[in-house]
């Protein structure tokens, strides 16, 4: 049955992690054009800039997703999607196991 709870945790939180992995795939983008900018002397400003730029990125990217993972674990148990959690013939370790479950596999997949 946990397998099912994480299943579902999954669907519920994979919209909240959009923007975190829109940053990251913005980040990568001007991460390598940083790298191309940077063997040039007359862009050296330009790559200066890219770097305060990347750097506000991963700060966002990590405000993010700990944002997100607190609104996945209180809109899993308190909001909209609760009537299906605690309907479940589930016991109460078993919930606790799949939300940790999914916070760290996001958490994870973030940190790649």
């Known amino acids: 049955m946990v397998g ?11 919209q909240a992690y959009v923007p ?4 990251i795939a913005v980040s990568t983008v001007l991460a390598l054009l940083n790298v ?15 770097n305060l730029i990347i750097f506000g ?8 997703s700990y944002r997100a993972n607190i609104y996945v ?18 016991k109460s370790w078993e919930i606790l196991i799949s939300k940790l479950i999914v916070a760290f596999v996001w958490s994870f997949l973030v940190g790649i």
Do not use: Q
Not at 57 to 64: E, K, M, R, T
Not at 73 to 87: A, E, W
């Open 73 to 90: 674990l209180y809109t899993g148990i308190y909001k909209k999607n609760s009537y299906r959690l605690f309907t479940l013939p589930v």
């Open 20 to 23: 975190v992995f829109t940053l």
């Open 57 to 64: 990125l991963i700060v966002a990217i990590g405000v993010l």
């Open 36 to 50: 191309w900018t940077v063997d040039e002397l007359s862009l050296r400003f330009i790559s200066g800039i890219l």
């Open 4 to 14: 099912k709870l994480i299943k579902n945790g999954f669907k519920d939180s994979s």
